[in-house]
C-alpha cells in the first residue's frame, strides 16, 4: 500500500508538471508564434502588451472580493461559537526565536539600505528577512501552543525548502505567458547567477506560508469556522474530469489570450493537482467541507495574504525586485502591487497547502485545535 501511495504521488507531481509545461507551449506554438521568446532566460525581454485600467473590470472584482471578506468576518464574528478562555500555561520563546528575529531585522536592513562595502552581496539579502521570519512564526506558535510546524516534523520541514523553490519556479515559468510581474536590478545576472539567486528567496515561500498557516489555527476565533453546513459534490469524480479538461484547455490558451486568462496562473496548479487527487480516490484539502469545517482553507488563504503583505513590503526598497504589470485592474497600489492584486494570494495560500500536504503529509497542517490550543492568547 505504501509503495502504491509513492507512486501515486510520483505520477500527480509528473502530470502537473507536465500540464503547466506543455499546455501553455503548445498553445503559443498552435498559434504560430515564436515559442523562443516565451522560453527566454533569465526571462528580461517584456513583449506582452497589457489590457489598460477598466473601471468595469475594476468594479466587478472589488464587488467579488468585498463580498468574499464581509462573509468570512461574520462567520469569524459569531460570538456564540467562540469557545470560553481557561488558563493555559505558555511555553517559554525559544532562543532561536530571538536568533530569528535579530536575522528578520538585520536582513531587512541590509536589504534595504545601499552601503558600498556590502554591494556584491546586495542582491541576494532578500531570503534573509524570510529566514528571520520563518524561525519566529514558529517560535510564536511554540509559545501559543507547544507545537509547531518547523518542531513537528523538522525533517519533512526541511524537504519543503527544495520543494518551495520548484513550486515557485512553475509560476515563473507561467508567467512568460502573461507577464504580470517583472524583475528589475538583475540585467547584469548570468543564467547561473540567476538559478541561484532566485531558487534561494523561492526556498522560503512554502516554509514562511504554510508556518504562518499553523500559527493561525492556535488562535481561537477560527473555530467559528467549524461545524458549518456540510458542503458535497454529488459526483466528484466527473467534476474532477471536467475541472482537469477545463484546466488544460485553459493553460494551452493563456498565452494565446493573456489579459482574458491570467488568473488561471494563479489557480491552474491547484486545480490540476486536486482534480487528480479525486480521480486517484485520495483525500484532498476541501474534503474538511464535507463536515462544514473551513478553518484549515481560511487559514491558508488568510496565511498566504499576510505573507503576502511582507513580500510586498520588503520588495518595495530591495535592489533586486519585481514590479507588475496587471491588465484591467492595474492601480491604487499597495507598494508595487495593485490593491486587487492581493485577492491572488487567497487561492495562492491553498496551493501552498496542497504542496504542503503532497511533501508533509496531512499530519502536521492538520486542524488541532484541542482544548489548550485553542484557548491560548495572544
Not at 523562443?36 to 506582452?48: G, K, Q, W
Not at 510564536?140 to 523553490?165: E, N
Not at 507577464?179 to 526556498?203: C, E, H, K, R
Amino acid at each position: 500500500m505504501a509503495e502504491r501511495e509513492s507512486i501515486w504521488k510520483a505520477m500527480q507531481w509528473v502530470i502537473m508538471a507536465a500540464m503547466l509545461i506543455g499546455f501553455p507551449v503548445t498553445g503559443i506554438f498552435l498559434a504560430g508564434r515564436d515559442v523562443r521568446a516565451y522560453l527566454e532566460f533569465p526571462p528580461l525581454t517584456i513583449y506582452v502588451r497589457h489590457a489598460p485600467f477598466s473601471w468595469a473590470v475594476f468594479t466587478l472584482f472589488a464587488a467579488l472580493d468585498l463580498l468574499l471578506i464581509a462573509g468570512t468576518a461574520r462567520l469569524l464574528a459569531r460570538p456564540h461559537l467562540r469557545r470560553r478562555a481557561l488558563p493555559a500555561p505558555k511555553a517559554r520563546p525559544p532562543a532561536w526565536g530571538w536568533a530569528g528575529l535579530a536575522i528578520l531585522l538585520g536582513g531587512w536592513t541590509l536589504a534595504w539600505t545601499r552601503w558600498e562595502w556590502f554591494a556584491p552581496w546586495q542582491a541576494h539579502t532578500f531570503c534573509l528577512p524570510w529566514v528571520g521570519y520563518i524561525l519566529v512564526v514558529n517560535a510564536w506558535c511554540l509559545r501559543r501552543s507547544g507545537r509547531s510546524l518547523l518542531t513537528d516534523a523538522p525533517g519533512r520541514f526541511a524537504w519543503l525548502i527544495p520543494a518551495s523553490a520548484l513550486f515557485w519556479w512553475f509560476f515563473e515559468y507561467l508567467n512568460r505567458f502573461v507577464q504580470n510581474w517583472y524583475y528589475v536590478g538583475v540585467d547584469d545576472f548570468s543564467p547561473t547567477d540567476y538559478i541561484a539567486f532566485a531558487s534561494l528567496a523561492f526556498a522560503t515561500v512554502l516554509p514562511a506560508v504554510l508556518s504562518t498557516h499553523r500559527l493561525l489555527l492556535s488562535f481561537p476565533m477560527l473555530a467559528n469556522l467549524h461545524g458549518l453546513r456540510p458542503m458535497r459534490i454529488v459526483r466528484p469524480r466527473m467534476a474532477a474530469a471536467m475541472i482537469l479538461t477545463a484546466a488544460g484547455v485553459g493553460l494551452t490558451l493563456l498565452g494565446v489570450f493573456p489579459d482574458a486568462l491570467y488568473a488561471l496562473l494563479w489557480i491552474s496548479p491547484l486545480l490540476i493537482i486536486t482534480a487528480l487527487q479525486v480521480l486517484g480516490g485520495h483525500p484532498t484539502i476541501f474534503a474538511p467541507l464535507g463536515h462544514g469545517d473551513w478553518r484549515s482553507l481560511v487559514s491558508a488563504a488568510l496565511a498566504a495574504l499576510i505573507c503576502g503583505f511582507f513580500w510586498e513590503l520588503w520588495n518595495i526598497g530591495s535592489l533586486a525586485r519585481w514590479q507588475y504589470a496587471v491588465p484591467y485592474v492595474d492601480r491604487f497600489h499597495i507598494f508595487a502591487m495593485p490593491l486587487l492584486g492581493y485577492g491572488g494570494y487567497l487561492p495562492f495560500g491553498l496551493e501552498c497547502l496542497v504542496v504542503g500536504v503532497m511533501v508533509m503529509g496531512h499530519g502536521p497542517l492538520r486542524v488541532s485545535l484541542d482544548s489548550r490550543q485553542a484557548n491560548l492568547t495572544v
